[in-house]
């Protein structure tokens, strides 16, 4: 089974979601991209994250138009940009947002990076969006350490629902000291590229030696799945993966079948090591 995380009120969620960067931009693959969302919410993965910036709305309008039929399945993320970050910026970012998702409300709405809007500011304005009924949750995205504190000094326990960040077997200076810090504000961790970008990643012989002495319900593992499997061991890190086909998706979704051992774990920390020190947040 997929590993659940918890919301800071208590709501239990899959882990497992599905990431969106970069789809609707290519019209000739738009078809195969909504059957895979589509597939992916069928399957019982329930979150679907999306970004004003994702192609300047094609990415939400492309993820409205899968999720119609099932949007009562879906817990719907987007991001606003640091640029449309004020009160006024982040009402009319929200509701052209929902305009392009085709719904009424989104499930968490993020500050996709900080900028130079006050984040008490922010704050408000997505207590209004509350308010009004037009998001369930808010958050940030690629907040380090020092933001989160800076964060608690306008908000309280348990209003920021999720960070987003880049964690993946190639990025783990968020290990050192910012995942231990969110669970203890309740945060949830979104782990954003989780089995890397560019293939890099899933080149290493080290994740084709694990992926060697394991399979799935569709057979031998993938250095994919064992990417992705090692980032749900963590406790409460819902990890979004992009899978821009039914076939790519069906991979991911069998990750729920594959748990790494302790050989598994000290071979991928030989050639991975965890941060020793404080590092600088990395972000795509």
Request: aromatic residues 6%.
């Amino acid at each position: 089974m997929v590993p659940t995380i918890t919301l800071p009120d208590g709501t239990p969620l899959p882990a497992l979601g599905v990431g969106t960067w970069n789809m609707g931009d290519t019209p000739a693959r738009r078809e195969e991209e909504i059957a895979s969302l589509r597939y992916a919410v069928e399957q019982g993965i329930q979150v679907v994250d999306t970004a004003e910036m994702y192609g300047n709305g094609r990415s939400e309008k492309l993820v409205g138009e899968a999720i119609a039929p099932l949007r009562e399945q879906v817990f719907l993320v987007s991001k606003v940009l640091p640029g449309n970050a004020s009160a006024q910026g982040v009402a009319q970012s929200c509701r052209r947002s929902l305009t392009h998702l085709g719904t009424d409300r989104l499930d968490l709405y993020l500050l996709h990076w900080r900028g130079s809007v006050p984040l008490a500011e922010t704050v408000e304005a997505f207590r209004t969006l509350q308010r009004e009924g037009l998001i369930r949750y808010w958050g940030v995205s690629n907040f380090d350490t020092d933001d989160m504190r800076d964060l608690e000094g306008c908000s309280g326990p348990g209003e920021c629902a999720a960070n987003q960040v880049l964690y993946s077997l190639e990025h783990r200076g968020v290990e050192y000291d910012l995942l231990q810090a969110d669970r203890q504000r309740k945060v949830v961790t979104m782990a954003y590229s989780p089995i890397g970008q560019g293939g890099a990643l899933l080149a290493h012989p080290a994740l084709a030696r694990v992926a060697a002495r394991h399979t799935t319900s569709l057979g031998a593992a993938t250095p994919a799945q064992v990417a992705l499997a090692w980032v749900l061991r963590q406790p409460n890190v819902l990890a979004i993966p992009k899978a821009g086909s039914p076939a790519h998706m069906r991979l991911n979704v069998a990750v729920a079948d594959l748990r790494l051992e302790p050989q598994d774990l000290a071979e991928l920390d030989a050639a991975f090591a965890p941060p020793a020190s404080k590092e600088p947040l990395a972000m795509i």
